[in-house]
């Protein structure tokens, strides 16, 4: 038979990487002290509101980390297939919001397809690639179910548009095919065929904003009161932060609203300005640190389908925020990214906290070994 | 237990945590990109973004400084700067702007046309910006509109400041107006700028624009990203403008518009000595406060195409031929060039011949006025004979005596739209004219007509400068300057606390640095009888216009009448002068020129009445305007008077319009 013997729930919550949550936790909580800043000194309407959210994901991510991980491998391309039909849901009929259409009416609550996608799609190609042996990897054609598995969606999401969310997939994917053992030199092709593709897609993928946000990344001074004002100002507000900021909720830029957006997606600028260079080098180190619990953790792994799910998680997490702190510091275009778990903003809050609730799960039965193809 | 694929696990896992190793080097090098980025702005470029937020955070507003007041010789405000209720809505306040201004019109009246501008402003500026929906209001309407407040949502009543003219149109040509900046005054100075922002347009207004206008304050605040003041940093109160006292009696002034009224007329008294302009009138005037309230384009068309152009100040704008008031420098040319003394005698039949040419005497009719001598032909104003004395003497050299009595040259009185008038020389015609100067010409310049042309300004300064013994005095209209701040006399200003002391007592005799024109005194002396003779004379041609005994002061005078057009022969034939029936343009110029007391004068006049018949009806007017100028006596009461401090002598004297009134009805119940 070869199963290990099922762990009693007891000792699934005394497995769990208490430490962990304590350090998102401490992240978390560096969003609600900002968020209470943006709102100048109110609790309302931001900070609670996160608070709520993020108690509710807590209790979310200890649910899943407690459920057993081959239920999950199971589940796996059930999930895959429900987010897809959710992505064709907001094709069909989604909820416009911000110009673009990314939401779909549940009744109850509005969903955001996309962001159940990150999820699902991690756990999909980890499940694909727990069921290939290492000789079967290396062959192309069992390369083209997960081009097709990683492709679909991020075509429909670009649809939505949102390229944020389709360069989050596509780099996650590449990041699980990587671990997955596929050859480099496949990589170096494919990324020579994106560099093909690019012309094309400016041609006729692309929206007008999306190519107004490549071109002012390229020249921000392009149109210093259009599309570049936001990068401008969100580099003057960082500069002017210098080593220790301007003092808690003491930001000029952010709190005379020269900063755009500064609850979501320009958050850390206005961490930056107002904690300066240690409050910047002190988050991103709190992220270091859960990004190396996520590879320990990885790498304690007994089984495939735990690994590339750690990792998966990992690097989305890990994508998130450097996508987020490269773009407010002008190294990339502007691609609407939230900060984890310190943007404000339920659904990426929410999907967050599974991805980690996932992570834990990969922990908790880090020793069960699951065989190739689970009866 | 034997794990099927769990041997090739194993390789997997290598793989796996091999290529962990190299994405987790990745990811840390990306961290590094972002650690470097965050160094480069916050510490190396740290300054610099920090200027730009400062930049962005501070604006820097403007602070209109109060205009400087302008006063008459006694402190009497003429220009003052009265508070101006308006009211103001912002657009972010109300829910129906239309609505709100509909309430706002059953307390103001708003036309249509205001109402389509605030909306237009609603439209285009941001809605927390105060949009001025009217000013000017009474202290009734503001009163109310601060009462019914919470009914007027988005409605703000605000007090500004705006220039009022108390006397209003009868110093209006002198003290000029203020009005909205043009593109074209633009210099530079910030204050331009600011909106609702007005300058000197015309008058002392705009002479002295930039010493009344004072510098301008800043105020540094703190504004968001949409303009909105958050609060203010840091505030620089700016210096107000200068006061500017003018040499103006504006009690005088007032009484001499006020005859002047129905005339379209220009009067100027100045002091003799010291060439203080007493009184300027234009008449008629308008109203200057008209101007800052905004005058509606059928107000101001009217005002352009009066045919008495009150916009004009005939006083230095005005140019007339002199006529008979010239006679005295033609007599003064004659008698300094050694060519007739006053003994002199011409036989006056009321007609000369040159040539084929007639010159005729005004006195023609009735045969001339017989054998003259210099004193009796300015008393009579015999043509005759200063046709014979221009003739003899030539036009350069009377010319040459015209223009040492100030005329044909610009006064530089501190006013805008001075004219030079004209005095003719033979070069002078053939370099305008190409053709040479012909010898009648010179007969008729020899009584004030030909080319010869002088502003009534011009006229009271000969007048001065022939009865204070010949000194070329120059006309001035301010006294001086002084920070407004100064009221206490606390002395800040050195330079000016000491012009004021030696202005104290005021009794100059002589302007200081006028040089004397350096005529005889002797010569002088003949002309300044002659011209007594001319009011006080029993044949003189001003004899009826005396003053009143009970005054014990007597004027003397000279009478000019100056003709608008030729005389044809067949109307001199008819009558020989224009009679009652000549339309009003074509009747003749009425001048008078005269100084007082005879004796010791101290006053000049000079007074044009436009087409006012002849100069006895000038002197008519003068007669009542020297007697008024008698018994306010300014230059005495100035010297009794007057300290340091024009303002200290205001609240001394009962001088306001409402106090002059008060004191006028209790001597009459007395």
């Given at each position: 038979m070869g199963r290990q013997v099922d762990l009693t729930l007891l000792q699934k919550l005394a497995q769990i990487n208490w430490l962990l949550i304590v350090l998102i936790t401490m992240i978390a909580g560096v969003g609600f002290a900002m968020l209470y800043s943006a709102a100048n000194g109110n609790i309302d309407p931001w900070a609670s509101r996160q608070m709520i959210r993020y108690s509710a994901g807590l209790g979310l991510m200890l649910l899943i980390a407690?459920?057993?991980?081959?239920?999950?491998?199971?589940?796996?391309?059930l999930i895959y297939g429900a987010a897809l039909l959710l992505l064709l849901a907001v094709e069909v009929m989604g909820v416009v919001g911000m110009g673009a259409r990314r939401w779909v009416d549940l009744g109850l609550f509005q969903l955001q397809p996309s962001e159940v996608m990150k999820i699902a799609l991690v756990l999909a190609l980890a499940r694909f690639y727990h069921g290939l042996p290492m000789e079967e990897v290396g062959r192309i054609r069992w390369l083209l179910a997960p081009a097709a598995m990683i492709l679909v969606p991020v075509a429909l999401v670009m649809r939505q548009p949102d390229l944020g969310t389709a360069i989050l997939l596509m780099a996650t994917a590449t990041a699980i095919l990587l671990l997955a053992g596929v050859r480099l030199w496949k990589f170096a092709v494919a990324l020579g065929a994106v560099l093909l593709a690019i012309p094309l897609a400016w041609r006729f993928m692309l929206h007008g904003y999306q190519k107004d946000r490549v071109l002012t990344y390229l020249n921000p001074e392009r149109d210093p009161l259009g599309a570049g004002y936001h990068i401008m100002q969100s580099k003057i507000a960082l500069g002017s932060g210098g080593v220790f900021g301007k003092g808690f909720m003491q930001g000029t830029q952010s709190h005379l609203a020269f900063l755009p957006e500064r609850q979501t997606d320009f958050i850390f600028t206005m961490l930056a300005e107002e904690f300066g260079l240690v409050g910047c080098f002190s988050l991103l180190s709190l992220y270091i640190l859960v990004i190396a619990y996520g590879y320990a953790i990885a790498i304690r792994s007994r089984n495939q389908f735990g690994r590339l799910l750690a990792t998966g998680v990992i690097s989305t997490f890990f994508l998130y925020l450097f996508i987020n702190m490269a773009m407010v510091m002008g190294l990339i275009p502007v691609v609407g990214v939230p900060l984890p778990l310190v943007s404000y903003g339920g659904t990426s809050m929410?999907?967050?906290l599974i991805g980690f609730g996932l992570l834990l799960s990969v922990y908790v039965h880090r020793d069960i070994v699951i065989p190739r193809r689970p009866s | 237990m034997r794990i099927p694929g769990l041997e090739r696990d194993g390789s997997r896992h290598k793989t796996f945590n091999r290529r962990l190793a190299l994405l987790g080097g990745g990811k840390l090098t990306l961290a590094a990109v972002l650690m470097g980025r965050m160094y480069y702005l916050q510490v190396l470029e740290s300054d610099q973004y920090h200027m730009l937020a400062e930049e962005n955070r501070i604006s820097m507003r403007l602070l209109a400084p109060p205009r400087g007041l302008i006063m008459d010789r006694f402190g009497r405000e003429l220009a003052s700067?009265?508070?101006?209720?308006?009211?103001?809505?912002?657009?972010?306040?109300?829910?129906?702007?239309?609505?709100?201004?509909?309430?706002?019109?059953?307390?103001?009246p708003i036309n249509s046309h205001q109402r389509r501008r605030v909306l237009r402003e609603v439209k285009r500026k941001r809605p927390f910006v105060p949009i001025k929906v009217a000013e000017n209001l009474t202290w009734e309407q503001f009163a109310r509109i601060n009462v019914l407040l919470p009914d007027l949502p988005g409605v703000q009543p605000d007090v500004g400041e705006g220039r009022y003219y108390p006397v209003g149109v009868e110093t209006a040509h002198i003290v000029g107006y203020v009005s909205s900046v043009s593109e074209?005054?633009?210099?530079?100075?910030?204050?331009?700028e600011l909106p609702g922002f007005r300058i000197g347009k015309n008058g002392i207004e705009k002479v002295y624009d930039e010493s009344l206008r004072g510098k301008a304050g800043n105020s540094r605040v703190e504004v968001n990203a949409y303009g909105r003041e958050i609060r203010e940093l840091a505030r620089q109160d700016g210096q107000p403008g200068h006061d500017v006292v003018l040499t103006i009696d504006a009690d005088l002034q007032e009484k001499i518009s006020r005859r002047l009224r129905d005339?379209?007329?220009?009067?100027?008294?100045?002091d003799i000595h010291q060439g203080d302009i007493l009184a300027m009138v234009s008449a008629p005037s308008y109203d200057p406060n008209a101007f800052n309230l905004g005058m509606s384009t059928k107000a101001w068309r009217t005002l352009i195409q009066h045919p008495r152009k009150p916009l004009i100040?005939?006083?230095?704008?005005?140019?007339?031929?002199?006529?008979?008031t010239f006679k005295m420098l033609v007599a003064l040319a004659a008698m300094e060039a050694g060519i007739a003394g006053p003994g002199h005698e011409v036989f006056c039949n009321g007609v000369i011949r040159l040539g084929k040419s007639k010159f005729h005497c005004w006195r023609h009719r009735y045969g001339g006025h017989g054998m003259m001598d210099m004193k009796q032909a300015i008393a009579q104003s015999c043509d005759i004979y200063f046709y014979d004395l221009a003739r003899r003497i030539g036009v350069d050299r009377i010319g040459a005596m015209a223009r040492r009595f100030g005329l044909g040259e610009a006064l530089d009185i501190e006013l805008v739209g001075e004219r030079e008038g004209l005095v003719p020389s033979k070069d002078w015609k053939l370099a305008v004219t190409g053709v040479p100067w012909q010898l009648g010409e010179t007969l008729i310049t020899g009584i004030g007509q030909a080319y010869l042309l002088a502003t009534p300004l011009q006229l009271a300064v000969m007048t001065a400068r022939l009865a204070n013994g010949g000194i070329a005095v120059r006309p001035k209209l301010s006294r001086h300057l002084k920070p407004q701040d100064d009221a206490e006399g606390a002395g800040e200003d050195a330079d000016d606390d000491r012009t004021s002391q030696n202005d104290g007592n005021n009794i100059r005799t002589t302007d200081e640095g006028a040089p004397p024109i350096g005529v005889s005194a002797a010569n002088l002396q003949i002309i300044t009888d002659a011209m007594s003779e001319v009011v006080n004379g029993r044949r003189g041609t001003a004899r009826k216009y005396k003053l009143d005994k009970e005054l014990g002061m007597k004027m003397a005078g000279k009478t000019g009448t100056a003709q608008v057009r030729r005389i044809t022969k067949a109307e001199r034939k008819a009558g020989g002068k224009l009679g009652k029936g000549t339309p009003w343009k074509e009747r003749d110029h009425a001048l008078f020129t005269a100084f007082a007391p005879v004796g010791a004068p101290r006053y000049a006049t000079a007074v044009v009445v436009e087409h006012g018949g002849s100069g006895t009806y000038a002197a008519k007017l003068t007669k009542d305007i020297m007697a008024e100028v008698l018994r306010a006596d300014p230059l005495a009461r100035s010297a009794m008077g007057r300290t340091s401090h024009a303002p200290n002598n205001a609240t001394d004297r009962p001088n306001n319009a409402d106090n002059a009134d008060n004191t006028g009805n209790k001597e009459r119940k007395t």
């Open positions: 407690l459920i057993d991980i081959r239920t999950w491998l199971r589940h796996a391309y929410i999907s967050l | 700067n009265r508070q101006n209720y308006r009211v103001v809505l912002i657009a972010e306040q109300t829910k129906g702007v239309a609505d709100t201004l509909d309430r706002l019109a059953h307390i103001v074209a005054d633009l210099t530079g100075d910030p204050l331009l005339e379209s007329a220009a009067a100027v008294v100045m100040n005939k006083a230095i704008a005005g140019q007339y031929p002199p006529g008979s």
